[in-house]
C-alpha cells in the first residue's frame, strides 16, 4: 500500500471514529490519536525523508489536508457536543414556573421599639426635637452637672459601671440633657428629648435589668411653669393610654429637680375602681419629673433668676408592659419568637 493509499485510509478511518464518538473526553482521546506527535500522520511525514524529491510535496500536501480535514471534522463534532450537553443540562434544571413559590416571613418592629417611636412622634408633634449623647459618659455630665455630689448614694459602684474613676456607662439619659444647655450657651429655648440605653448594676429580675431604655424630656425657657409639664403629661397619658386617662401628681425627690413629682395615671385596667394592675388603688406610677433645679441650671450656663425649665423621664420598658399587659421585663432582650410574633401587623 503505497503512503497515498495509507493516508486516505487513514482519512477515512478518523473521519468515522470522530462521527461516532459521543463524549467530549473520548474526542479529545481522538484528537491525540490522529494529530498528536505520536500519530499515525506524524510517522508518515517522517518517512517522508525516503521518498524521491518529486513525491515528497504531492504527499506532504496531502498529509495536511488529511490533518486539516480531521481536524475540522473534530471541532465540529466538538462544537455539537457542547450544544447537546448545554440542552441537556437546561432540560434538567428545567423550573417549573406553575409550582407556588415560597412565602418568607415577615419581620416587624420589636414592640420596644414601636413604643419608643410611638412616644417621640407624640412629642415631636408637641415641638420637641431628639437628642442623643454617648453611653460612655463622664462623671462630670452623669452627676455633678445634675446637682448630684460625689458622697450622693447614686454614685455608690453598686448602682453604676465604672470604667474608671472619672468614665462610666451612663446610668440615664440626662446627661444629654447637660450637655444640650451647655451647647445653648444659656440662650433658651431648649426643647428636647433623650431617648437611649443606660446601665445600671441590677440583678436581672422579671421587673429589673441592667441594660434598659430611657427617655427623658427637657424643656427650658422663659416662665415655664409646673402647669406647663402637668399638660404636657397630661397629652401623653391620654395619647399612650386612652382619652379617659386622669393623671395626678405626688410630692418626690430628684436631686435635678425641684419641686419634684411622681406621675401616676388612672388604671386604664379597672377605670380607677381598683384591681390587681394597680394593686388596688386605681392608679399606676408611671414616670418622675419635676422643675429644672436651679443649680442645674447655673452649672448648664442658664440664669436661673431669668429662665425656668421642666424635666421629666420614663421607661419606655415599662410603659409597654403596661400598655400590653406583658410581666417580664427579660422577654424584650430573649429573642423568643413565640413573644415577638403577638405584636405582629396585619
Known amino acids: 500500500m503505497t503512503l497515498r493509499d495509507t493516508l486516505e485510509a487513514l482519512k477515512n478511518e478518523a473521519l ?3 462521527a461516532a464518538c459521543g463524549d467530549i473526553k473520548d474526542l479529545q482521546a ?5 494529530l498528536g506527535k505520536k500519530g499515525p500522520i506524524t510517522e508518515v511525514l517522517r518517512g517522508m525523508g525516503k521518498l524521491p ?4 510535496p504531492i504527499i506532504g500536501q ?3 489536508d488529511v490533518r486539516a480535514a480531521i481536524q475540522a471534522a473534530i471541532e465540529e463534532k466538538q462544537k455539537a457536543l457542547e450544544e447537546r450537553e448545554i440542552q441537556e443540562k437546561l432540560a434538567s434544571e428545567t423550573i417549573d414556573v406553575t409550582l407556588p413559590g415560597r412565602t418568607q416571613p ?5 414592640p420596644l421599639t414601636a413604643v419608643i417611636e410611638e412616644i417621640e412622634d407624640l412629642f415631636i408633634g408637641l415641638g420637641f426635637s431628639v437628642a442623643e449623647g454617648p453611653e460612655v ?3 462630670y455630665y452623669n452627676f455633678e452637672a445634675l446637682n448630684i455630689p460625689k458622697d450622693h448614694p447614686a454614685r455608690d459602684m453598686q448602682d453604676s459601671f465604672y470604667i474608671t474613676e472619672d468614665i462610666l456607662l451612663r446610668t440615664h439619659t440626662s446627661p444629654v440633657q447637660a450637655r444640650t444647655m451647655e451647647a445653648h450657651q444659656g440662650k433658651g429655648p431648649v426643647k428636647i428629648i433623650c431617648p437611649g440605653k443606660v446601665y445600671r448594676r441590677d440583678t436581672d429580675d422579671a421587673t429589673h435589668s441592667h441594660q434598659f431604655m430611657q427617655i427623658e424630656g427637657l424643656y427650658v425657657d422663659r416662665n415655664v411653669r409646673l402647669s406647663d409639664l402637668k399638660g404636657i403629661l397630661t397629652i401623653f397619658a391620654k395619647k399612650m393610654f386612652g382619652e379617659d386617662r386622669k393623671i395626678r401628681l405626688r410630692p418626690s425627690f430628684f436631686p435635678f429637680t425641684e419641686p419634684s413629682v411622681e406621675m401616676d395615671i388612672s388604671c386604664f385596667h379597672c377605670g380607677g375602681d381598683g384591681c390587681r394592675v394597680c394593686k388596688q388603688t386605681g392608679w399606676i ?3 418622675g419629673a419635676g422643675m429644672v433645679h436651679p443649680n442645674v441650671l447655673a452649672m448648664s450656663g442658664f440664669d436661673p433668676e431669668v429662665y425656668t ?4 423621664g420614663m421607661g419606655p420598658e415599662r410603659i409597654a408592659m403596661l400598655k400590653y399587659g406583658i410581666d417580664d421585663i427579660r422577654h424584650f432582650y430573649t429573642n423568643d419568637q413565640r413573644f415577638l410574633q403577638q405584636f405582629k401587623r396585619a
Open 106 to 110: 415577615k419581620g416587624n418592629r420589636h
Open 285 to 287: 406610677e408611671i414616670l
Open 309 to 312: 425649665g421642666f424635666a421629666f
Open 30 to 34: 481522538l484528537r491525540v490519536k490522529y
Open 53 to 56: 524529491k518529486e513525491e515528497r
Open 62 to 64: 496531502l498529509a495536511n
Open 137 to 139: 459618659e463622664k462623671d
Open 16 to 18: 468515522e471514529a470522530v
